[in-house]
């Protein structure tokens, strides 16, 4: 913080992915240089941020909601001579920055993704004006290039870090509105990826999950002068000392390269375990929604990670009822499930977006066969999670120990397929990556015991 100046309380309210997690730390780094310093509830603070997503359904009205109850807060403050500075960030900040300030003119500042280095500058005008600031601009800058160093890992313990080296989208799927909220896609330079992460890790990250809604279409100007691709990224931060962990996501099946599946044998700090959403296993559907690929190609990107990393584990996003899908295009997707097998997944009902191609598309699948769709689904796929973790029983997995577990003389950690693992031990693992034999699995954790006390880094 500039000498002499006062104390502000800030707080931030994330909804959404990663990334949104990721830019909430970052939007905080960017105002701590004015005084402002993160506190609990939004009663004690001068500014609140609302981080919003625009995925999936209702994300408007759930923006409108928290912000008539942000509004009494700041009417309360209001009441005691405290003003409260209140601002809308993130993708329906982005898609709806006007409708925003018009329904609730109580708003001070509405920011998209791509603008919150301005934050500062958009704070002082909101302090002087009259009326509400707002940036929703696709700026020719990076914001990255006026960002201060990111501070520190935004989890709790900080052990392990996000960073965002990739953003945007220029794919264009049926039913996204990713590439209208976070605009074209744009990679960040090495250099600058290389810095942060080695910032990180000094202030004691040992996990780093690179973020991008594109990760693996990473095209970043690297300090020869050539253009560089994730695998290339990887293998300098994979250089790093006391970086023990990469991960990345999300990836896209059609950027998975020959390069990128070789890194997965060639790295053991690339952690083996993929979120490669597939979204469909019909290509009729997957045509529809412009993904660009077919279920036979995804097979084949399966089979090769599997060929070059054998313990590799795969998580997947899938959509039901995208407009056209059939009782047969189903089926299809279930089979792919059946075909492929995943440790984890997500999966959603379709959800029209507005200005999206698939939202004005005909034969909308009706609300109660989405649901029957999704019912089943994710039953197969709590099966095949079951499956995963009921065969890590008995296995030795190493475990990145994080923190304390519930009980008193136990750790917590995290397996490389992000396991929930409990172990009895000394606090001095915190930190370490140690060896434990899996004894037991519950519904979301697994436990076990260390098979040996010297933590190797
Ligand atoms: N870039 C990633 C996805 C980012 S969005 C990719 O290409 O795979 C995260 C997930 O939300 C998507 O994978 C998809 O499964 C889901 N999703 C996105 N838009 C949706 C919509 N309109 N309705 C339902 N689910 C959606
Ligand atoms: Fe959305 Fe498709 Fe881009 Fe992923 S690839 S962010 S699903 S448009
Ligand atoms: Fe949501 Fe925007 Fe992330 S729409 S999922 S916050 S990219």
Redesign the pocket.
Known sequence: MEPGREVKGLHVITWGCQMNVYDSARMTDVLRPLGYQSVETPDAADMVILNTCH??DRAAEKVFSELGRLRLVKDARAAEGQRTILAVAGCVAQAEGAEILARAPYVDIVLGPQTYHRLPEMVARAARAAGAVIDTDFPAEQKFDFLPDAQAPQTPGGLTAFLTIQEG?D?F?S????PYTRGAESSRPVDSVLREARRLVDSGAREITLLG??VNAYHGEGPDGRVWGLPHLAEALAAIPGLARIRYT?S?PRDMEEALIAAHRDLPALMPFLHL?V?SGSDRILAAMNRGHTAAEYRDIVLRLRDARPDIALSS???VGHPGESDADFDATMQLIRDVGFAQA?S??????PG?PAAGAPMQVPEDVKDARLQALQALLRTQQDAFNAATVGRVVPVLFTGHGRKPGQLSGRSPYLQPVHVDGPDALIGQIAQVEIRERYTNSLSGTLIQERAFA
Do not use: E, G, L
Request: one cysteine or more; a positive charge; hydrophobic letters at 30%.
């Open positions: 995925i999936r989208c794919k799927c039913f996204c509105v990713v809604q594109n999300t896209h959403p979204q996003d899938f959509i997500f959603f009902k379709y959800s029209p977006r999206t």
